[in-house]
């Protein structure tokens, strides 16, 4: 069983960055898909950002397109989601999800497998 563990939330104010870090315990585990999730209080768990296993493609969601950088370390097994000019919206606790086969979507949550514990970020203004 793989397990995804985040790290890198904390509290920060109205402009800042954060750097979060998704590993899996497994060294070989090299997933099709990896995203990154969030989900603000009182709402629903929503898809940020995406990578393909190589990290060749990515995908953003309008809100964090042009702010949010999503990359993967091949090497550590690692995806990061590197996330600048910080809004309050963007409080949330963030999840990183991977796909362990090969699937025709890519957004929702039951396309993953595999799930951390969530890391949380909020922000101030």
């Known amino acids: 069983q793989v397990q995804l563990v985040e790290s890198g939330g904390g509290l920060v104010q109205a402009g800042g960055s954060l750097r979060l870090s998704c590993t899996a315990s497994?060294?070989?585990?090299?997933?099709?898909?990896t995203a990154w999730f969030r989900q603000a209080p009182g709402k629903e768990r929503e898809v940020v950002a995406v990578i393909t296993s190589s990290g060749s493609s990515t995908f953003y969601t309008n809100s964090t397109r042009g702010r949010f950088t999503i990359s993967r370390d091949k090497a550590e097994n690692t995806v990061y989601l590197q996330m600048n000019n910080l809004t309050p919206e963007d409080t949330a606790v963030y999840y990183c999800a991977a796909q362990g086969r090969l699937r025709v979507s890519m957004t929702s949550l039951s396309d993953y497998d595999y799930w951390g514990q969530g890391t949380q970020v909020a922000v101030s203004s």
């Open positions: 497994a060294r070989t585990f090299s997933p099709v898909i």
